[in-house]
């Protein structure tokens, strides 16, 4: 069983940064794609970046703003986040879909609060 481990999250002033670190137990390889999804209280779960056979997509709401990245020697991939607003707050959660499996992985999620 694959696990995965956020890292990252905390509070931060409006305007500030945080990178938030997505630790997978085995190789992530296999893992295409990989993303982040937040979830603000009394909203759905939303896509907010995510990165296929190295092409990245994000949510427009952070465009401009978030950067995906992955390194499959470590493992990991993460998400930069610059500028932030206070409508980011939310828990992040990353996710993998293993090719090989087929299986979709969770992690427990990591969460973000923008406040001053």
């Known amino acids: 069983q694959v696990q995965l481990v956020e890292s990252g999250g905390g509070l931060v002033q409006p305007g500030g940064s945080l990178r938030l670190s997505c630790a997978a137990s085995r190789s992530i390889l296999s893992f295409n794609p990989m993303g982040w999804y937040r979830q603000a209280p009394g909203k759905e779960r939303e896509l907010v970046a995510g990165?296929?056979?190295?092409?990245?997509n994000y949510a427009a709401s952070v465009k401009g703003r978030f950067l995906i990245s992955r390194d499959n020697a470590k493992n990991t991939v993460y998400l930069q986040m610059n500028s932030l607003k206070p409508e980011d707050t939310a828990v992040y959660y990353c996710n993998a879909r293993d090719l090989v499996s087929r299986t979709n992985y969770w992690g427990k999620g990591t969460l973000v609060t923008v406040s001053s």
């Open positions: 990165i296929t056979s190295g092409i990245t």
